[in-house]
């Protein structure tokens, strides 16, 4: 297995692992906090698909799939393709408001489809291109790639985890 199918592989997870943490929600479900000052499922769910979208579309030179669609308003935004939820504070965590589970997983599934169109147009010599130098060391596309994978399954395992402190 090369490079580039062992991060398709990594990638094609995050999706199943968000879907098994959102699916039967009900809105109120996926913006209630588990604990005073900690991220609900719902934007949980909707930052690990802004960061994948934002990341990739940088590193591919596209558009973000967030641009398109109308993806903001389904979640009660603006359509401001610097907002990923870095940076966050209660206050932005809690103007995230999917309007379903469905919404969430239709955007990650649009996110997912975009990043997999981008790793199939890549082979294992790109990894090595240099994407950020304001790193010491320069980020390459496969640390940049890997950090992605990194951040997506954290909240992806924060959601399960909240999900289950729901009960469900």
Do not use: K
């Not at 604990?35 to 698909?49: C, K, Q, R, T, Y």
């Not at 309007?99 to 599934?109: F, G, I, K």
């Not at 199939?120 to 990894?127: F, P």
């Not at 240099?130 to 640390?143: E, F, R, Y």
């Amino acid at each position: 297995m090369d490079a580039i199918a062992v991060l398709t592989e990594a990638f094609s997870r995050i999706p199943d692992e968000a879907r098994r943490a959102v699916r039967g929600l009900t809105p109120a479900q996926l913006v209630a906090a588990p604990a005073e000052g900690a991220n609900p499922i719902g934007w949980l769910v909707w930052h690990l698909a802004r960061g994948q979208d934002a990341q990739v579309a940088a590193v591919a030179g596209t558009e973000q799939v967030y641009a398109s669609d109308g993806w903001a308003a389904r979640f009660g935004l603006e359509a401001d393709p610097g907002d990923t939820g870095y940076g966050h504070g209660p206050i932005e965590v809690r103007a995230v408001q999917p309007e379903s589970a469905q919404a969430l997983l239709d955007y990650l599934d649009a996110v997912h489809a975009a990043t997999q169109r981008f790793l199939a147009t890549l082979s294992d010599a790109d990894l090595d291109r240099v994407v950020d130098d304001a790193w010491d060391p320069p980020v390459t596309l496969g640390v940049r790639l890997v950090s992605i994978i990194d951040d997506d399954v954290q909240h992806a395992g924060q959601a399960a985890y909240a999900r289950g402190l729901l009960g469900e």
